[in-house]
């Protein structure tokens, strides 16, 4: 829906003559929505992915068992009986059917029993077999007490016999509202009868094309369908549209010659030449359709202009397609109007009633003959009541979400537990990589333990490569969270659970993989390339460098629109924190304009605790001033300890300390480094939070 430009659009319920606003949070609770797509998660079974719902839309005052039963309720309400063991799957895991994966996201959503239930095309993408089967349970839960709204594109006719009432649109103007059995009559009533062997619905979704793309526009659809106005003879075989030449911009009127039993006159045409070029834009029940038509008043020129040749605009950019709702609820049959009689105004036949926020009744019409019978489907009419507008929320004392926040959070670990563990290459791929990396570096980089000045350029080339591989080891992370963003929107919608929920849960989960992966590394090349660091420091280091660019990468994936575009992002920002890290420029010598980016660079931190870890202390180096160049120290400078100790650079010419003072680090404690490191990780994850929270809407763009 789309807000309107004149109003602040809202919904009203009319219960006991009393206007009631109906706010956002509680329409979330007591409705669903069923999305085009399946979006679920292909490694769960249908009976795990139906405990998850209950698990978070159930109240926690309901016991497991008694969650588990509804589940197991609701799997024979949708005849997912024989698949309820097996997993959704995907196009690379063989899952259930196409029908049954339908099947299985309507009942993660009306799990909670709505009241409302909205589903955009059930049967997309199915078969005849399947898509009978979903309308047929969706039957069902009508029949279970809830009202379903949906949108059906080209429904079968055993499709179209399982709907209470249909509502078919064009334009956003009401065409036709009633059951679908009625239909035919309806048409013959308009003086287009259904062919023989033909849908009736098909016919007139053929019927409104014909008149769309003709110089008549919809306008006899739309006048039949509201007060029952009957087409002349000339108007129910409309003349298609000419398209219009840049020479047809400047033709005159008087230049168009008409046919000799043509019913208009260019002379004397008025606005009672035609029966048609008195009616008013229909309002259907929507702010923005009363809007959009008052624009179209303004701008639309009288039928007998039309009819004379001037065409406002094209149909091929006016015609896209037509809409056919329907819904299923009290069934109603749409009564036949009494004979209009010049002398009255026909009274109105009671009917089944619908749900309709008000209609707008035409300033002019002109009738039909008597003798023409009129069929118009009844619309209920709404008295105005001065009462004052109260807003219709959940009751004070009752939660927004179904359950607290640690159950959320629990309920949450366990899915994405499942979910890692059904799909071992998400961590298993970085741990191979992280090992068979490790040994490749500890082949090449063979014994880093010596103390000559040769060792300390590769030390320093060792580590900044290890923290760049930690980092784009991450990098999997992008499409892996794409995937589950549409899933988190949808469940997001119906206040499922919270987005800080969400956020921690993940986090949890991963933590113990990030100390798997990260000890591993430390462990290898710490024994084999038998380094003076400490064990415990170089794990730590590599646990938090972990923890802070999978908060980055999230980050990154829930700000762009594709994995190839958070691939390019995370590829391009990670090099530029590369270079600004003070490996290659000391942060002395990056010029001061770019010198912020030195700072917020997130391998800086772990790379220079890195090396305060390695050549913290007054351990010594020898070897020739020749062997420190080509490298990153360049000229050495004197650290306060060398002075403290009062050393001799003939004796010793060269102390770890050294190196981190030539290496512009005048942070010397690791702890620091680390401590930064994280509160970068927590800033990203409290603004993937923050995207989450504020920015992933199920709007459609």
Not at 127 to 143: C, G, M, Q, R
Not at 602 to 631: M, R, T, W
Request: glycine content about 4%.
């Amino acid at each position: 829906m789309f807000r309107s430009p004149r109003a602040k659009r809202c919904t009203f319920l009319c219960s006991e003559l009393k206007l009631v606003q109906v706010t956002t949070s509680y329409m979330k609770q007591i409705s669903s929505y069923v999305m085009q797509d399946d979006q679920l998660f292909p490694m769960l079974t249908v009976l795990e992915t139906l405990t998850f719902a209950a698990e978070v839309r159930l109240p926690p005052s309901l016991s497991r068992a008694e969650k588990l039963q509804r589940v197991w309720e609701l799997i024979e309400q949708l005849g997912l009986q024989t698949t309820a063991h097996t997993y959704i799957g995907d196009e690379g895991v063989r899952g259930v059917s196409g029908g049954e994966r339908r099947r299985v996201s309507i009942g993660t959503d009306i799990i909670h029993k709505p009241s409302l239930l909205f589903l955009d095309e059930p049967t997309s993408g199915l078969d005849s077999t399947s898509a009978y089967s979903v309308v047929e349970k969706v039957k069902d839960i009508a029949k279970g007490g809830s009202i379903v709204l949906m949108t059906i594109h080209q429904p079968s006719f055993r499709i179209q016999m399982l709907l209470d009432r249909i509502v078919i649109l064009a334009r956003g103007r009401l065409i036709y509202l009633g059951n679908p059995v009625t239909l035919p009559t309806y048409l013959a009533g308009f003086g287009r009868p259904v062919p023989d062997g033909e849908n009736s619905m098909e016919y007139l979704l053929d019927v409104i094309k014909e008149y769309d793309e003709s110089t008549l526009g919809l306008e006899p659809l739309v006048a039949y369908q509201r007060d029952g106005s009957k087409p002349n003879e000339a108007a129910k075989t409309p003349v298609p549209k000419t398209p219009r030449t840049p020479y047809q911009k400047s033709v005159q009127f008087r230049q168009i010659q008409l046919k000799s039993n043509n019913h208009f006159s260019l002379a004397s045409a008025t606005p009672h030449a035609n029966p048609f070029s008195n009616f008013e834009s229909y309002n259907i029940d929507d702010e923005e359709a009363d809007f959009d038509n008052s624009l179209e008043r303004k701008t639309r020129t009288p039928l007998h202009n039309i009819a004379s040749g001037y065409h406002p605009r094209l149909a091929s950019d006016f015609y896209k397609d037509f809409s056919v709702w329907v819904y299923n609820g009290v069934a109603g049959t749409p009564q036949r109007r009494p004979t209009w009689t010049p002398a009255r105004t026909p009274s109105r036949t009671p009917m089944a009633s619908y749900p309709q926020s008000r209609v707008t009744t035409p300033h002019r019409s002109i009738p039909p003959s008597p003798q023409e019978p009129v069929f118009k489907v009844e619309e209920p009419t709404y008295q105005e009541y001065e009462l004052g507008i109260e807003p219709l929320d959940a009751p004070e004392d009752g939660p927004k979400f179904a359950n607290p926040w640690l159950r959320e959070v629990i309920v949450l670990s366990w899915r994405t537990v499942l979910n890692v563990v059904r799909t071992p290459e998400l961590f298993l791929s970085r741990e191979i990589v992280l090992t068979v990396m490790a040994l490749i570096l500890s082949t090449l980089f063979h014994r880093l333990g010596a103390s000559d000045f040769l060792t300390v350029n590769r030390i320093l080339n060792f580590y900044i490569f290890a923290v760049c591989l930690v980092f784009f080891s991450s990098n999997d992370a992008v499409p892996t969270f794409i995937q589950e963003r549409f899933i988190f929107i949808r469940e997001r919608s119906h206040n499922a659970y919270r987005a800080s929920s969400y956020v921690i849960s993940s986090l949890i989960v991963y933590l113990p993989f990030f100390a798997i992966q990260g000890f591993t590394f430390a462990v290898i090349t710490k024994f084999m390339l038998h380094l003076n660091s400490s064990l415990l420091y170089f794990w730590i280091i590599l646990f938090a460098s972990l923890i802070t660019t999978n908060a980055y990468v999230m980050l990154v994936s829930a700000l762009v629109p594709s994995y190839i575009t958070g691939y390019a992002v995370v590829i391009a920002t990670t090099a530029l924190f590369f270079l600004t890290c003070g490996f290659f420029l000391k942060r002395s010598k990056i010029p001061l304009v770019w010198r912020w980016l030195h700072y917020i660079s997130a391998i800086k931190y772990p790379f220079e605790a890195l090396l305060v870890n390695e050549f913290k202390g007054g351990h010594c180096y020898f070897g020739q001033d020749n062997q420190l160049s080509p490298g990153p120290l360049g000229q050495i400078k004197d650290s306060d300890l060398f002075t403290e100790l009062h050393l001799n650079r003939t004796t010793c010419p060269l102390i770890g300390q050294d190196v981190l003072t030539t290496m512009d680090i005048t942070m010397d404690s690791i702890w620091i480094d680390v401590a930064i490191l994280l509160a970068w990780g927590v800033l990203y994850r409290l603004f993937f939070y923050v995207v989450l929270r504020f920015y992933s809407k199920n709007e459609r763009k």
